[in-house]
């Protein structure tokens, strides 16, 4: 239900605009401390990468409208296409690399929102989630304990980071799909095969164009294997 059923619409989109406001600040003030620290950049992008995600979390829970939230999507992606090119947000752009990644993904954030988040949020929420984590996670665990290393089309990946992508992946649906009645055997059998696809698509789509495919098939995927499937 609603979290403010019983006051006025200004007042609960009020706080619905603040909460996400006050998450965005916190992403972006802890990134740039740690862009000031000099630390690792890929560290400080990813921070930006998974707390960014979690904002359709925080609009899931606190039911804010599709209208507000699509608006929020195409501000974002318009904001991400104008940091590629002119460098506005630095911790925005990919670590050494220029591809549109970061543009892609904002995109994927408002497609789903428009597709989903009248009737069937949770997938949604599954698509940015298993990106914003799952991502990261492959990034972070990639870079940190990377040994078996592979490239495809010039993006340099490593076994244990796809792992990391896998098995965070796979956490993300389940906590979500738990979030609205008790796991199941069916859960876990559409989790499993949607975390090992985005864990392909994270390790082999080019040119950034994973915080595409990633979102958008996890979302698609878990949203037909869980409705039609008897898995």
């Not at 490593?158 to 965070?168: K, N, P, Q």
Request: charge should be neutral; aromatic fraction near 10%; include cysteine.
């Amino acid at each position: 239900m609603p979290i403010t059923s019983d006051i006025s619409p200004i007042t609960t989109l009020t706080i619905q605009i603040s909460a996400v406001a006050i998450w965005l600040g916190l992403v972006f003030l802890a990134s740039e401390i740690l862009r000031r620290l000099k630390q690792d950049p890929e560290l400080v992008r990813k921070v930006v990468h998974i707390g960014t995600g979690n904002v359709l979390l925080i609009a899931w829970w606190l039911h804010i409208p599709t209208w507000l939230c699509v608006t929020a999507g195409v501000t974002f992606s318009a904001i991400a296409l104008a940091s590629h090119h002119t460098n506005i947000l630095p911790m925005l752009n990919d670590v050494g690399r220029k591809t549109y990644g970061v543009f892609y993904y904002a995109l994927s954030i408002t497609v789903l929102v428009g597709l989903l988040w009248d009737h069937h949020p949770q997938y949604a929420v599954i698509g940015v989630m298993v990106m914003s984590w799952g991502d990261g996670m492959a990034a972070l665990i990639g870079k940190r304990f990377g040994k078996h290393t592979f490239i495809y089309m010039g993006n340099k990946r490593s076994l244990e980071g796809s792992l990391a992508m896998f098995v965070t992946s796979l956490i993300v649906m389940l906590g979500i799909f738990a979030s609205g009645h008790s796991l199941s055997a069916h859960d876990i059998g559409v989790a499993i095969p949607v975390a090992a696809i985005a864990a392909m698509l994270e390790a082999f789509s080019p040119g950034g164009t994973d915080n595409l495919s990633v979102p958008l098939a996890s979302a698609s995927l878990s949203y037909f294997l869980q409705i039609y499937t008897l898995i």
